[in-house]
């Protein structure tokens, strides 16, 4: 958690004085109705307000090795339920949330999305991104998004395989933790994958330390369109 940079900045909250961030702590720890629901995001689907879906992230939302993705996958899905939906993929692999910024006008803005996946934080650990620039990042990106009338929903990252070896080196829960808590501070909709990753980051799902086989693709794609419209 970030720490306060001048001491003595704080709000007043129904009479008690506290700081910023003291009070995202227990926004994260307890569901306080702020963000979208799935049942939202499924009216947003049902009445045809998103129709143009993009999916924004690194290798593991471009298909690192295979032959399609995630957004592949769960733009079939969707469409099958929900005439006229696209999701478009815009992943490219090994960016960090910086690097998702420098071409978010380019490659997601300019489709003119009604809804966007943003998905990083793999890269931002690995290559020893700061957990505030990360934040900093990552808040723009949902900014900008929102801005232009789009609906951000922000993923937290897959799970590294068990036994990796990147494991030593990072710590991947304080940069969920900051998705978790963007979420939050934003009422914006959040997918846990991080969450629902367990138990799948086994060789039976994964192809090296961090992207996912056919298999892998297809539960993700599963968990991800469970957090848009629900079972």
């Given at each position: 958690?970030?720490?306060?940079?001048?001491?003595?900045?704080?709000?007043?909250?129904?009479g008690i004085r506290c700081s910023p961030a003291?009070?995202?702590?227990?926004?994260?720890?307890?569901?306080?109705?702020?963000?979208?629901?799935?049942?939202?995001?499924?009216?947003?689907?049902?009445?045809?307000?998103?129709?143009?879906?993009?999916?924004?992230?690194?290798?593991?939302?471009?298909?690192?090795?295979?032959?399609?993705?995630?957004?592949?996958?769960?733009?079939?899905?969707?469409?099958?339920?929900?005439?006229?939906?696209?999701?478009?993929?815009?992943?490219?692999?090994?960016?960090?949330?910086?690097?998702?910024?420098?071409?978010?006008?380019?490659?997601?803005?300019?489709?003119?999305?009604?809804?966007?996946?943003?998905?990083?934080?793999?890269?931002?650990m690995k290559n020893g991104v700061s957990l505030?620039?990360?934040?900093?990042?990552?808040?723009?990106?949902?900014?900008?998004?929102?801005?232009?009338?789009?609906?951000?929903?922000?993923?937290?990252?897959?799970?590294?395989?068990?036994?990796?070896?990147?494991?030593?080196?990072?710590?991947?829960?304080?940069?969920?933790?900051?998705?978790?808590?963007?979420?939050?501070?934003?009422?914006?909709?959040?997918?846990?994958?991080?969450?629902?990753?367990?138990?799948?980051?086994?060789?039976?799902?994964?192809?090296?330390?961090?992207?996912?086989?056919?298999?892998?693709?297809?539960?993700?794609?599963?968990?991800?369109?469970?957090?848009?419209?629900?079972?």
């Amino acid at each position: 958690m970030r720490k306060m940079s001048r001491p003595g900045r704080f709000w007043n909250l129904v009479g008690i004085r506290c700081s910023p961030a003291l009070l995202l702590l227990p926004l994260l720890l307890l569901s306080v109705g702020c963000s979208k629901t799935d049942g939202e995001l499924r009216a947003g689907f049902e009445s045809g307000r998103y129709r143009t879906v993009v999916a924004f992230g690194d290798s593991i939302v471009s298909g690192h090795q295979q032959p399609e993705s995630w957004p592949e996958i769960l733009g079939r899905d969707i469409a099958s339920m929900y005439d006229g939906v696209r999701v478009l993929n815009a992943g490219v692999s090994g960016n960090t949330a910086g690097d998702g910024l420098r071409r978010l006008q380019r490659d997601v803005l300019d489709h003119q999305p009604d809804l966007v996946l943003i998905a990083f934080g793999l890269n931002d650990m690995k290559n020893g991104v700061s957990l505030i620039r990360f934040e900093e990042d990552l808040s723009r990106i949902v900014r900008e998004v929102s801005g232009s009338g789009a609906q951000p929903v922000l993923l937290t990252t897959t799970r590294l395989q068990r036994g990796a070896s990147m494991l030593a080196r990072v710590n991947p829960a304080p940069y969920n933790d900051a998705i978790k808590m963007l979420a939050e501070a934003r009422g914006i909709p959040l997918i846990d994958v991080n969450d629902k990753f367990k138990g799948l980051n086994t060789p039976e799902y994964l192809i090296d330390a961090a992207h996912p086989n056919g298999e892998g693709y297809r539960a993700l794609a599963d968990i991800i369109r469970k957090g848009l419209i629900g079972e």
